[in-house]
């Protein structure tokens, strides 16, 4: 139940990144209280089976973020955090269930979005090493791996950062021997 709630979050906002307080906030609206709601979410994400993971970015980059954060209830919390804290925002996005991901399958899928949208395994190779491709190098920051998300393949800025912040997760599965730079 929680796992489709999250999900519901997610369409109900249409965003494929949503304030961490802005997923518990939602939870709210089912009868959990604003502790219980956060501490489901962060279960949720440090989870190994949760549907959610995180992204670190800075305020500045979240549009509208005191607006939408107030309209959480979460400000107060936010708040009394040590302004150092306070620069830095987390924003979570769906990731596939971990029997959906199966390394040995390109078929198998590595990202999904809010709107059920998915890329394969395959798909996800491929994204990549045109991206290495373009630059003429495998060593690129997440800077300009989201540039090259936004500009060359069309993602918007959400999308191009659930991307780049899966790689990690994900670079494990590319075969770099054929690549041609």
Not at 38 to 50: A, K
Not at 111 to 125: A, L, P, Q
Not at 139 to 151: I, P, R, S, V, Y
Request: net charge positive; charged share 30%.
């Amino acid at each position: 139940m929680i796992r489709e709630l999250i999900q519901k979050a997610f369409l109900e906002r249409n965003r494929d990144l949503l304030l961490i307080y802005g997923i518990a906030h939602f939870l709210t609206k089912y009868n959990f209280n604003q502790r219980e709601a956060l501490e489901i979410v962060r279960n949720e994400l440090f989870s190994p089976n949760g549907i959610i993971r995180y992204v670190k970015i800075p305020v500045n980059f979240v549009r509208n973020f005191l607006k939408r954060l107030k309209q959480t209830f979460y400000y107060d919390i936010w708040r009394r955090k040590p302004e150092k804290e306070r620069k830095v925002v987390i924003l979570c996005h769906l990731v596939p269930l971990r029997e959906e991901v199966a390394p040995e399958n390109p078929n198998s899928t590595a990202i999904i979005f809010r709107d059920g949208t998915k890329i394969t395994i395959r798909e996800y190779r491929k994204l990549i090493l045109e991206a290495f491709e373009h630059f003429g190098r495998i060593a690129l920051t997440d800077f300009e791996l989201m540039g090259f998300f936004k500009t060359e393949k069309g993602y918007n800025f959400e999308r191009a950062l659930i991307i780049v912040n899966s790689i990690g997760v994900l670079l494990d599965m590319i075969d770099l021997t054929f690549i041609k730079i």
